[in-house]
T-cell receptor, first 112, second 114 residues
Framework: DAGVIQSPRHEVTEMGQEVTLRCKPI?????LFWYRQTMMRGLELLIY????????DSGMPEDRFSAKMPNASFSTLKIQPSEPRDSAVYFC??????????FGNGTRLTVT | AQKITQTQPGMFVQEKEAVTLDCTYD???????LFWYKQPSSGEMIFLIY??????QNATEGRYSLNFQKARKSANLVISASQLGDSAMYFC???????????FGKGTTLSVSS
């Protein structure tokens, strides 16, 4: 039974580069969420989609961040250009309707 | 504003003892749900237990139980008979008002020793 699949698991990039994080939700789930986890700020909701439509992107830090969900089985979170303060663990989660959310294993992003 | 507060940054317990992790919340929504997640050192987020605001009984899942006190706006997680594998970060969360996302507390690190 496949869970939420995120790739890559680790990403190291230089400041100014574009970074794309990928997520495959659990089949049949209709809601998808992107979270960011840092020591200072904890787990923050960045954006979530219902039926592939963005519902709440108020947590997206700035215009450098963008997220898409072109179909029910795939989503991307893009940072362009990346900055050292973007270093964090980025989680994707999915659900069928209301919570609980099922999380992927996260992508650890390091921007140098 | 909606808020989850976990005041214990770290807790220490010996194997086989019970431990309570505190969580208080604030919301203006009359219908809400509270959740606990476990994050071991490997990093994944594991859903443990759920309590609905209208549930008459406290939720239980194996060794996990939720001590829900609505008037006090608290939803403490109780782990009975702690095991070494319970060492992890624990997060309390509630459903976002008017949405389906979760907002999380800052977490409590639990360390279980032998």
């Amino acid at each position: 039974d496949a869970g939420v699949i995120q790739s890559p698991r680790h990403e190291v990039t230089e400041m100014g580069q574009e970074v794309t994080l990928r997520c495959k939700p659990i089949s049949g789930h209709n809601s998808l969420f992107w979270y960011r986890q840092t020591m200072m700020r904890g787990l923050e909701l960045l954006i979530y989609f219902n039926n592939n439509v963005p519902i709440d992107d108020s947590g997206m830090p700035e215009d450098r961040f963008s997220a898409k969900m072109p179909n029910a089985s795939f989503s991307t979170l893009k940072i362009q250009p990346s900055e050292p303060r973007d270093s964090a663990v980025y989680f994707c989660a999915s659900s069928l309707g209301p919570p609980p959310l099922h999380f992927g294993n996260g992508t650890r992003l390091t921007v140098t | 504003a909606q808020k989850i507060t976990q005041t214990q940054p770290g807790m220490f317990v010996q194997e086989k003892e019970a431990v309570t992790l505190d969580c208080t919340y604030d919301t203006s929504d009359p219908s809400y749900g509270l959740f606990w997640y476990k994050q071991p050192s490997s990093g994944e987020m594991i859903f443990l237990i759920y309590q609905g605001s209208y549930d008459q009984q406290n939720a239980t899942e194996g060794r996990y139980s939720l001590n829900f006190q609505k008037a006090r706006k608290s939803a403490n997680l109780v782990i009975s008979a702690s095991q070494l594998g319970d060492s992890a970060m624990y997060f309390c969360a509630m459903r976002q008002e008017g949405g389906t996302a979760l907002i999380f507390g800052k977490g409590t690190t639990l360390s279980v020793s032998s």
